[in-house]
């Protein structure tokens, strides 16, 4: 036996912990397609909803993937694909009080009102 | 509301602070770098043994013995495929690069399961694998669908859902011969006889010999130690395979009353280090065939770019245009 030491942490069982480093790598091959991120509408009335993502050479081909995808048990009826570097994301960065204008205002919901409970229909 | 964290010690405080409460780890928070090495390194295996998972099963397509198991088991093998993308899609949230990691896979420097070193030599071999290793697969997968990270823990629950038919495709089969010829049934009994330890060997290694399960356990992505999951394969399967009609080979196989579980023989160990290190009967065919399919395919890659390149360039086709 070696000393080399084994995981099944993952899905289909034992992996050795040692393989090659996995570190995030940004570099990328010429030849890469773009990724795509994927949204699905499950069903009428519903929003379209984050799914995934994919690579596609065009928007075209990202479409057709992503309908193999992840719909192949009739999970949605719509798809948007947008490029991934098209995305414009909030960020969890320290300095960043983003969502601080939402904590203070708590007279912003119903329930910062005191209504007497024989008042009906409110 | 909860101040956000400002200093590297309140990276971490907040980052434990929410594995603690039970919620998701999301791919723009900060995490320690131990945790986002595990976790690619984790999916990426994963993601690695999918599409591996491919070829036992896949060689079969050809020969499948009537049309409805062949539509059966190329929309398995389609999934399989399938789950590899959503998790190479999963490991990417997290910065790796998803050629990168495929370079990793044909050049032998990243594992997958050893599972799939293991030949398919009859039909029966297709139902085993469905019940056995898928069987022990979502063993594995129902408990990471709470994994900490937020990505990996939502592919789990699309696989598991897709897992479910695997399984059950599998054991429909088996039934099947079992109902058919002598022949048929030593064919099933025979795929059980090879199948079963490495199965059972899924699961990693004893509790003891397993160092790195505390760490992976506290991150909350994994969820039950090794002895666990293999102990609740065993007590699934045993009756299974009793109404299935076949003999799990192994002798030391008995139920325990005081346990309230199936006792069970010694697993092999020196077998899978050797599978694992790439002695197994297919290790090198499997790597080999995939490095083919990547390296037959580049020019399909490079020629949708090219073609991308051309439409978007032209003015009729412009985004806007209409």
Redesign the interface.
Known sequence: ??K??????????????S???????????R???P?YEVFLRGKRGLNHVHV????A??PQ?ALHHAR??YT??NEGVSIWVVAATDIT?S??D????FF?PA??KVYRHPTFYEIPDDVPHI | ?TA???TMG??ETYFDETIERGRRI?P???MPDAY??TM???????AH??II?MQPEGNWITRAPSLRRKAILI?KV??EA?HG??LY??A??????????TG?LVSG????????NYPTLTYADVGVIGWLVDG??IC??VP?CRSSYG?YG???IR?CK?ESFHQRQGYELLMTMMRGSKAQREMVQDATNRFWWPSL?????PDA?????AQ?MAWG??RHT?DE?RQRFVDMTVPQADKLGVILPDKDLAWNAERGHYDFGPVD??E??AV?KGNGPCNAQRVARRKAAHDDG?WV??A??A??AK??ASPKNRKDAG
């Open positions: 036996m070696t080399e030491t084994f995981t099944a942490e993952g899905g289909h069982g034992a992996v050795p912990v393989d090659a480093p996995v570190e995030p790598a940004a570099a990328s091959v030849s890469d397609w990724l995934g993502s994919l690579h050479a065009d081909m193999d995808l192949r048990r994301a960020s969890p320290e300095k960043d009080p601080a904590g203070d | 509301m956000l964290p400002e309140e990276f999301e723009r928070d900060w986002r090495a690619i390194r984790q999916i990426a295996q994963h043994s999918e998972g929309a389609q999934d399938g993308m959503y899609s999963a990417e949230t997290l910065g790796a690069d998803r050629a990168d990691l990793k420097r990243q594992k997958y399961s050893s599972i799939f022990a697969a594995n997968q990471l990505p939502r592919a789990m696989i897709e060997m899924m699961f990693g290694p010999q397993s160092p790195n399960t992976s992505v994994k090794n999951l160990w020196t899978f280090m694992v580049a890659r490079e949708a770019l073609h991308a439409h978007a």
